[in-house]
C-alpha cells in the first residue's frame, strides 16, 4: 500500500470513529432527556397550563363511581355521544386520564365501550389473563408517577380462555404450543389456589386471579405501594359479564 493510501486509510478510520462518537453522545443525550422527562414532566402536561380534561382531576373514590355510572349507561344502551374529534387537539398537549384499567386482551372486553368513557380517560393495559406482570406494573406505576392517576381497576371476564386453558393444562398436565406456557406459569397459582373449592372451577379460578392481581399491584415497591399506602391511588376489581355487560365489583 502507498503511503496517501496510508494517509488515506487512517483519515477514513478517524471520521469512522468520530462519527461513532458523536452517534453515542447524541444517544446519551437524548436518553437523558428522556429519562428527566419521565422524572419531572410532572402530571403529564405543562406545568404552567391547566390539565387537558380538567373534568378527569378527580380523587379515588370519585373515579371510581364515574367509572361505575358510565358502565351503567352502558348496561341500559344510553351511552354517551363522546366528541372524539374536539377532544384531540386537547389531548396533544398531555394526558390525565382519571382511571388505569388492567384488562384481558379479549376482543369481547373494551374498557372505553363498558365504562363509556371518551379520549384521554382511561389508560390501558391489556394482556390475556389480566395478570400483573413486570411490564404492566412498569406502566401503571408510570401513569401513578408522572400523570398523577388515582386508581386502577383490575377487569377480569367471565369465559376467560386463557384462564380456561390454564384449568385444562393442569389437569391434563400437557404443555400448550409456543409462548402460552408464560400465561400458564402466570395463572396457574390463582387456578390451584381453587381447586378443591365447591362451585364452577371457571369462575373461581376467574375470581382468584383477579384478587391476587390486585394485590400483586398494592404491593408493588415502591411506587404503587407507597400511593396506595397514602391513599393516593385506590386498586379495585370487579369481573366483566358477557351477556349483560355489567361490571360486578369484588369487594
Not at 37 to 55: E, M, N, R, T, V
Request: charged share 20%.
Amino acid at each position: 500500500m502507498c503511503l496517501q493510501c496510508d494517509v488515506d486509510a487512517a483519515h477514513d478510520t478517524n471520521s469512522a470513529t468520530r462519527r461513532l462518537r458523536f452517534a453515542r453522545r447524541r444517544f446519551l443525550a437524548v436518553a437523558a432527556g428522556v429519562t428527566a422527562g419521565l422524572a419531572w414532566s410532572g402530571p403529564g402536561f405543562a406545568k404552567d397550563k391547566p390539565p387537558p380534561k380538567p373534568d378527569n382531576v378527580l380523587s379515588p373514590d370519585a373515579a371510581l363511581s364515574r367509572l361505575m355510572k358510565g358502565n351503567e349507561r352502558y348496561v341500559q344502551g344510553v351511552s354517551r355521544r363522546h366528541d372524539f374529534k374536539h377532544e384531540r387537539e386537547p389531548l396533544t398537549l398531555g394526558q390525565n386520564p382519571f382511571a388505569g384499567i388492567l384488562s384481558c386482551a379479549d376482543s369481547r372486553i373494551a374498557p372505553e365501550y363498558c365504562f363509556d368513557t371518551g379520549r384521554g380517560d382511561l389508560f390501558v393495559c391489556r394482556v390475556a389473563g389480566n395478570f400483573a406482570n413486570a411490564e404492566s406494573i412498569a406502566s401503571f406505576e408510570y401513569a401513578v408517577h408522572v400523570l398523577a392517576l388515582p386508581m386502577i381497576l383490575v377487569l377480569g371476564h367471565q369465559a376467560c380462555g386463557a384462564v380456561d386453558a390454564t384449568i385444562k393444562s393442569i389437569q391434563d398436565n400437557t404443555t400448550l404450543p409456543g409462548h402460552l406456557p408464560s400465561l400458564v406459569e402466570a395463572l396457574s397459582p390463582s387456578v390451584k389456589d381453587v381447586l378443591n373449592q365447591p362451585g364452577n372451577l371457571l369462575d373461581n379460578a376467574t375470581r382468584r386471579n383477579v384478587i391476587r392481581t390486585m394485590e400483586a399491584l398494592r404491593t408493588a415497591t415502591p411506587i404503587l405501594s407507597k400511593a396506595v399506602a397514602e391513599k393516593k391511588v385506590l386498586v379495585a376489581g370487579g369481573i366483566y359479564e358477557l351477556a349483560t355487560g355489567r361490571v360486578a365489583m369484588i369487594s
